[in-house]
């Protein structure tokens, strides 16, 4: 969850006093830090920056649906910060200049999570605005397995940069095929100790009794299978990386033993008098709470203090919705070639599905799908996949929500979909994406805006 001080907006509200009473109440029961503007000077003040104008803008209409012309022209001239229309179910007609002048729009009253969901949306393409993105940045990570765009995404990039050259203990936090691994492999392989071993471990895999010895290693002579000296992980990862996944499957004797080897990087092979000095970066991974383990008294609290000096908090795939294409693009060409096959492209209805779908096992499941789309594609050059073939069933609308608002939400996954597709074919041309799609084109261009798709992602040569 967000903190408050990343959830700051500004409301604007047509609406009678009751009705925007109510929604103000909701959005900062949520725990949003709301600025509401109530007067057109307000509005000009946030155009002349001495009110904070970046923050995203929340315009309830309610069912006032022709508000004062000025207050109109004042909000396009600050239509460039992200911005969100509230309409009341109840209102006949919608006033269409200001819903073109929207990033999106929702039909008020609503459940708090539809508007959590709505307004961590306006937040995100703030933060998008904030974040401009480094070609430089994103390029040199890319060449690495790290693909990506979207402003939770370059978050992280960002974060690994500052720590790239400082050996520091790292925690890596993040759900199952989210990454943790390739992450922890462009942390050692673009940092100074590149020349050195990383040496991967999953922690689930070591059974208790056999801990000290797999990391420690023995002398000669340890046990009675001890007919010579055994390295243990240690040792092997000496000058460079000792990667620690599923941390938390450590049992408590683990712990222990880990501890005290963070605490002075020093160690003794089982058997041995001699107390050895490790030079060994650790980054651990998890993908489970720590927090609650440690509340739990599950996971050691001092062993988490010295792990968690800098953490990574990798996003879901649903969490990167603007990079689904980006890397389903990326597997399509990997496997084409290991596969030696002609160049495929994604059908508009396949990458429909990949949009609405809710990915359970995020990058390792949308790479998988693709692996098994490219198989069975029978030579066809497009890739038309069956969604009833994927692991799981496909996202369906949530039945909680009122059907406009069910509705609303499918239009928008539908349109960005299609729009991508459409830029992927016109090579983000868009006087030939209009003609193609039987748009307007200034329309078309409010359209990729509104869905923060840039046509220069998709220009060749």
């Known amino acids: 969850m967000k903190n408050i001080g990343d959830r700051k907006l500004n409301l604007i509200s047509f609406a009678n006093p009751i009705a925007g009473t109510g929604l103000l109440n909701q959005i900062a029961r949520l725990d949003y830090d709301v600025n509401l503007i109530k007067s057109l000077n307000e509005m000009n003040r946030c155009k002349n920056r001495e ?19 000025l207050f109109v022209d004042s909000l396009q001239s600050n239509h460039e910060f992200p911005s969100l229309a509230v309409l009341e179910a109840k209102t006949p007609t919608w006033n ?3 819903l073109d002048l929207c990033n999106d729009f929702l039909i008020w009253p609503c459940s708090d999570r539809e508007l959590t969901h709505r307004l961590d949306r306006m937040i995100s393409l703030s933060d998008q605005q904030d974040l401009e993105i480094d070609e430089d940045l994103t390029d040199t990570f890319s060449r690495h397995g790290l693909l990506g ?4 995404f370059v978050k992280v990039l960002r974060s690994i940069q500052q720590i790239l050259n400082h050996d520091v203990t790292v925690l ?26 990383f040496v991967p471990v999953n922690c689930g895999s070591i059974p208790d009794s056999l801990f000290e010895n797999e990391f420690f290693g023995h002398a000669r002579g340890a046990f009675t299978d001890a007919k010579s000296a055994s390295e243990g992980l240690i040792e092997q990862a000496q000058e460079g990386t000792l990667f620690l996944d599923e941390i938390e499957a450590l049992s408590a004797k683990g712990q222990v033993s880990l501890l005290r080897f963070l605490q002075s990087h020093e160690y003794r092979p089982l058997g041995s008098k001699q107390i050895k000095r490790a030079d060994v970066r650790i980054i651990a991974a998890t993908n489970t709470n720590l927090n ?10 001092d062993l988490w203090y010295r792990l968690n000096i800098v953490q990574l908090g990798l996003p879901s795939l649903c969490e990167r919705e603007e990079d689904i294409e980006l890397l389903a693009n990326h597997f ?39 692996h098994r789309s490219v198989l069975m594609a029978n030579n066809q050059s497009q890739i038309v996949a069956d969604p009833s073939s994927w692991d799981s069933s496909p996202e369906v609308p949530d039945v909680s929500l009122r059907f406009r608002q069910a509705k609303a939400e ?16 016109t090579q983000g041309n868009v006087s030939k994406a209009a003609k ?22 998709y220009l060749t040569g």
């Open 436 to 457: 193609l799609s039987g748009k307007e084109r200034r329309a078309l261009g409010k359209l990729l805006k509104k869905h923060g798709i840039d046509r220069k992602y």
């Open 149 to 152: 765009r979207s402003p939770s």
């Open 292 to 301: 609650k383990l440690v509340d739990t008294q599950k996971f050691r609290r």
């Open 51 to 69: 009110l904070p104008a970046t923050n995203p803008m929340v315009i309830f209409l309610g069912d006032n649906n022709n508000p004062e012309p």
């Open 172 to 197: 890596i936090d993040g759900a199952t095929g989210t990454g943790k691994e390739l992450v922890a492999r462009v942390l050692h392989y673009c940092g100074p100790r590149k020349g050195c071993p």
């Open 96 to 98: 269409d200049k200001i």
């Open 410 to 425: 499918m239009i928008l996954r539908f349109e960005r979909a299609y729009l991508m597709s459409l830029m992927e074919e």
């Open 332 to 370: 399509l060409q990997v496997f084409t070639k290991q596969y030696n096959l002609e160049k495929k492209t994604l059908h508009p209805s396949t990458i429909f599905h990949l949009y609405r779908y809710h990915w359970p096992g995020n990058i390792r499941e949308l790479e998988n799908f693709i």
